[in-house]
């Protein structure tokens, strides 16, 4: 994990005009369901704050590529749930983590809408509570209003230790 995250911070350190599209594959893949249990990046997108902070990168076009690949991960996973419900657990790589979607399900039973925001910001909830809120039939609009409004927050907060920390001790 470390070598690839040292291949892309000095990838998009070289290509900047690139930094904004790979912010969004990194945040996308982070929040879909099944590309976040195999490859998290969460780390990579830290490092692309610092990145930002040692001034390679401008971070309102990357903050602007990971707030819309996270939120479009997360409409996927919603709409995967509703399309295939709980036959989805069926495939791997879910299969592989039986008590996964349970623990989201049970996550987003208590918290509903609420929920699906602060369900980003927890780890491996982050891509299973948007399609246990799929399985579950939450209503789109409210889905949407929790996704956006939580990926943009989840992009800055990602991003802003780097891209201020350097600034503020270098």
Same mark, same amino acid.
């Given at each position: %994990? %470390? ?8 990838f998009?350190?070289?290509h900047?005009?690139? !930094? ?6 990194? =945040?996308?893949g982070?929040?879909l ?10 780390? #990579?997108?830290?490092?692309?704050g610092?990145?930002? !902070? ?7 076009? #990357? /903050? ?12 996927l996973?919603f /709409?995967?749930? +509703? ?6 657990? =069926?495939v /791997?790589p879910? +299969?592989?983590?039986p008590?996964?979607?349970? @623990?989201?399900? @049970?996550?987003?039973? @208590?918290?509903?809408v609420?929920?699906?925001?602060? !369900? +980003?910001?927890?780890?491996?909830? +982050?891509?299973?509570?948007p399609?246990?809120?799929? #399985?579950?039939? %939450? ?15 989840w992009?800055?907060?990602?991003? =802003? ?10």
């Amino acid at each position: %994990m %470390m070598a690839l995250t040292h291949h892309v911070l000095g990838f998009i350190s070289a290509h900047a005009a690139w !930094g904004a599209p790979l912010a969004f594959l990194l =945040a996308f893949g982070e929040s879909l369901v099944v590309i976040s249990l195999i490859l998290p990046t969460s780390a #990579i997108l830290l490092g692309v704050g610092a990145v930002i !902070g040692a001034g390679a990168l401008e971070f309102w076009p #990357i /903050w602007a590529g990971a707030s819309l690949g996270a939120c479009v991960g997360d409409w996927l996973s919603f /709409w995967v749930g +509703r399309h295939w419900g709980k036959d989805i657990l =069926a495939v /791997w790589p879910l +299969r592989l983590y039986p008590d996964l979607l349970p @623990r989201a399900h @049970r996550f987003f039973e @208590r918290w509903g809408v609420s929920g699906v925001f602060f !369900g +980003r910001f927890l780890g491996p909830l +982050r891509a299973t509570v948007p399609l246990a809120a799929g #399985i579950a039939g %939450m209503g789109f609009v409210w889905f949407q209003v929790a996704n956006v409004a939580s990926g943009l927050i989840w992009a800055a907060a990602l991003l =802003a230790p780097g891209a201020l920390g350097l600034h503020l001790f270098g």
